[in-house]
């Protein structure tokens, strides 16, 4: 009996304590997530009553609006190059820190503090460097190179925001270089002792033991990627630079758009939940792939 009434005390105070967690999830994520899909089947400007449509809205969106056909792609584009991009110069910086070098932690510390510079502060800064007179033109004249109107040129509006998108690499150096440290050092006598090289230990004995790690960047990069944002609308600004934006809209600016500036409330809810949908292919997709090319120490295969 005492032993009963010590468990209802204990669950009395786990719903106690997981209670204002539940309440905000059900209160500011999952009932807008329902009302959103009540009014992407509307026509509504968020200051009339609503108008039922149906699909209307998602059947104009697949077939008659190449605006979003447009942003699908640049994003598909962007996350195609920098989540990639963002994996390899990841890894590398972590195989670099994890020798034995002068001022390893200092150099750890510097890769990823950028990581804590506020995305807004980052898109200021690269506005500067990526002028047409900024340090990285500046840089690829030293080697005989004429740089682009990066932010200018819709042609490079893209490749600038991947460019900026490297900035943000120590995130996943710092989780690959904590994964290194965990390989256990006996793997790597015993690839010595069969004659395996530096660049065949690091593929054959490091790589395997972080792909746990580099499918969790791949995931968490993906969607980041497919919600970018701020970039866009710092970077390449609508009003300034409209021949850049239109060649570099992703899909969230496209919803913002249709949401804040048309007041296209319903419309921008049918976009929201079909790039919900894109998204959680593409992850399901990753997911489906992880187990052929990711290693857990645990499993037998």
Known sequence: MAMSRRRRREALWFYLFVSPWVIGFLVFMFGPMIASVYYSMTDWDSFTPPTWVGLDNYTR??????????????????AAVSVPLGLVIGLWLANLLNKQVRARKLLRTLIYLPTLVPLVATAMIFKMVLAPSGPLNDALGLIGVSGPSWLVDGTWATPALIV?????????TVL?????KGIPRELYEAAEVDGAGAVRQFFSVTLPHLTPIIFFNLVMGLIAAFQVFAQVYILVPKAKTPAAYNAAETMVP????????????????????????????????????ARRWVFYETEVK
Do not use: K, Q
């Not at 969106?61 to 962007?78: G, I, K, S, V």
């Not at 319903?266 to 997911?287: D, H, N, Q």
């Open 164 to 172: 900026m998108s490297v900035w943000g690499a120590g995130g996943a």
């Open 61 to 78: 969106l697949l077939t008659d609006d190449p605006r979003f056909w447009n942003a699908l792609w640049h994003t598909c584009y962007y």
């Open 254 to 289: 496209y919803l913002f758009d249709e949401a804040f500036a048309n007041y296209h409330m319903g419309y921008a809810s049918a976009i929201s939940w079909l790039l919900f949908l894109v998204l959680l292919a593409f992850t399901l997709i990753a997911f489906r792939t």
């Open 176 to 180: 690959l270089l904590a994964a290194m």
